[in-house]
């Protein structure tokens, strides 16, 4: 796209793979946009979101992608948006939720008019999306370094932490526990019934992480319990804003109970898809164990 | 030797410390502090007035307002002012066309990369220089504070530094005396999700916390110890959380309006070294806060940087002995 240089495009490849908007957005327009949800299947997308071009009213927002061209009628709330940008009272309608009757192909553009000229974003390759969709560059590759990052992040937050445990400890969980500090309020739950049989405790365990947690975390269970994904969506409901979630999973073929979770399935169970931004996935112990450590968002 | 010291000294031997381990034994060393911090008396018992004649005009308890321009009444009311546009795109594109890859060409785009870790980086590069002593910029500030100024910071980081509640004067020596700003520049549009700057308007007249007498509850041993990576001392680290927390009271008990600064590319914003601020968490995380930070002081208000150079666009800044990294 041609005009005034953005952030957002540093984060695209050095050799785009999108191409220009046919009607590149005049430089003088200022606009900022928010896509909050974006969902999309094989013949359909759901975008929600803002956007708003600051002291200009938007006369008009459309969706485009391929041929189809949806126009956003409906301005839904955006109160919060007057915490930041208290001077432009017409950001309080700034929302908007659209459904687009086509496949995500090629680029998504969100069309923003003013009446003193357009800008045309492209979406999800804008810098928000680039940064949530991706583990972060120099993750640490240690799993104590990881850990240790997640110590940190719980220690900082000063908020309670919990241990989910199993019926197998791993080996080193002594050195991942030493890390904590004595001061951190730390509790563990342990789950404790062989991953066979059906178990309550895991089919409870929202009820009993109902308090907002800093950090969760476990070291061997989220391969042993029946239903990771539920795991995963009961311990996301259970931290704070921002709370830090730790898991190491043994590698396929390393034991026969439950799941066998490679690091790239561990990295999509724990994701922006459950709601959460990965910080750092990894392999540990010679390859036989894999270990996530991710943010609520 | 002391427990903090026999701490530092376990950090540094055996095997190198990563960061992350230094930053949980930090917390653990700030934690016990802050049990002992407890017994800080408020917010106004840590503060101190300068004398009036010793702080630059604009700060001074009687001015003729008669004889003020916009600028530096805004200044003077609320302890900021925003300068849309201020800054040419072309020094704001040299700069992140710089700082955005490495030595090899690798490119630095994510909030984490980190260009340098030098606190002073101008010293190497003109296009930091370029931007931070634009001409039109240090005219402004020269209005505000009422001496020439000089740089002797920059943070170039382009995530949130999420420092929270804290005055500026407050981590610097006390000649000082409010002879200092600092700018921010938005190098791209500002995204209220990103962590953006927030401040207190008007804070700048709230009475003077005193890095003195807030350090005068730390032992020595806390005084003494440095970060292992930079060496700079770390007591402001140890004291932030109970600062944070005594300020969050006063704009509480004041009722005091919080502000972001949304800036867009070009904008920048100079704030008073008593303007109350922080470096808010981001909403998303990864999200880059595109700034350049740069601290300033009044040229002859320094005894601890004295050796001052020419920019050859203009303005000076403070020499040190520091690398290029």
Redesign the interface.
């Known amino acids: 796209m041609t005009g005034?240089?953005?952030?957002a495009d540093?984060?695209r490849p050095r050799v785009s793979a999108t191409r220009a908007a046919p009607e590149a957005a005049p430089p003088s327009i200022?606009a900022?946009h928010?896509i909050s949800r974006l969902w999309c299947d094989q013949a359909n997308i759901f975008v929600k979101g803002w956007a708003h071009a600051?002291e200009r009213p938007v006369t008009a927002l459309a969706i485009e992608v391929g041929g189809v061209h949806v126009p956003i009628t409906q301005f839904l709330p955006t109160p919060y948006?007057l915490?930041?940008?208290?001077e432009y009272p017409h950001l309080a309608r700034a929302g908007f939720a659209v459904h687009v009757p086509s496949a995500p192909q090629g680029p998504m553009r969100l069309v923003i008019e003013t009446a003193a000229g357009r800008v045309v974003r492209e979406f999800p390759n804008d810098?928000?999306m680039a940064?949530?969709s991706s583990v972060?560059?120099?993750a640490?590759k240690n799993v104590f370094?990881g850990f240790?990052?997640f110590?940190?992040a719980i220690?900082?937050r000063g908020t309670p932490v919990v241990e989910l445990r199993g019926p197998w400890d791993h080996p080193e969980r002594a050195r991942f526990l030493a890390?904590i500090?004595d001061?951190v309020d730390f509790s563990e739950y342990r789950l404790g019934t062989p991953v066979e049989t059906e178990t309550p405790d895991v089919a409870t365990l929202a009820t009993h992480l109902s308090s907002e947690r800093g950090g969760i975390f476990s070291l061997g269970l989220l391969d042993r319990v029946p239903e990771p994904w539920r795991l995963v969506a009961d311990g996301q409901s259970a931290l704070r804003h921002?709370g830090a979630f730790f898991h190491l999973v043994q590698a396929a073929g390393t034991h026969a109970e439950g799941w066998e979770i490679g690091r790239d399935g561990l990295g999509r169970l724990i994701s922006p898809a459950t709601m959460f931004?990965t910080?750092a996935l990894g392999d540990c112990f010679d390859g036989t164990a894999h270990w996530v450590l991710a943010?609520k968002? | 030797m002391s427990a903090i010291g026999a701490e530092a000294e376990q950090a540094g031997e055996s095997k190198p410390i990563s960061a992350t381990e230094w930053n949980v034994q930090l917390d653990g060393i700030i934690e016990r502090c802050l049990g002992r911090l407890n017994d800080l008396p408020d917010y106004d018992g840590l503060c101190e007035e300068p004398p009036d004649d010793q702080v630059p005009l604009l700060d001074r308890a009687h001015v003729d307002p008669a004889g003020l321009d916009a600028d530096q009444r805004q200044w003077r009311d609320s302890g900021y002012l925003i300068k849309r546009g201020l800054l040419p795109e072309q020094l704001i594109d040299a700069y992140v066309a710089l700082r955005s890859q490495d030595a090899q060409g690798r490119r630095l785009v994510t909030p984490l990369d980190s260009k340098w870790s030098s606190p002073v980086p101008y010293l190497h590069h003109a296009e930091i220089r370029d931007l931070c002593l634009y001409p039109p910029l240090m005219a402004v500030m020269k209005s505000l504070i009422g001496a020439e100024m000089f740089l002797h910071l920059n943070l170039t980081g382009w995530y949130s530094t999420q420092r929270d509640w804290h005055q500026d004067i407050y981590l610097n020596p006390a000649e000082v005396q409010g002879w200092y700003c600092a700018i921010w520049i938005a190098l791209d549009d500002v995204h209220p999700y990103s962590g953006p700057f927030e401040f207190i308007p008007g804070s700048h007249r709230w009475p003077l916390l005193s890095g003195e007498k807030v350090r005068s509850y730390l032992t020595e041993e806390e005084l003494a110890l440095t970060d292992p990576a930079t060496g700079n001392p770390l007591w402001a680290n140890l004291t932030q959380a109970v600062v944070s927390a005594m300020t969050e009271g006063k704009i509480e008990q004041q009722g005091s309006k919080r502000r972001y600064f949304m800036g867009r590319k070009g904008d920048v914003l100079i704030w008073h070294s008593r303007l109350t601020h922080r470096g808010t968490i981001p909403l998303i995380n990864n999200r880059i806060r595109p700034a350049l930070i740069g601290h300033y002081s009044g040229v002859g208000h320094r005894s601890d940087m004295t050796q001052l150079r020419a920019h050859t666009g203009g303005g000076k800044y403070a020499v040190f002995d520091y690398p290029d990294c």
């Open positions: 005034r240089f953005r952030f540093l984060l200022d900022l928010h600051y948006l915490d930041y940008f208290p810098e928000s940064a949530r972060v560059d120099h640490p370094d240790a990052m110590v940190a220690a900082q890390m500090p001061y921002h931004d910080v943010r968002r």
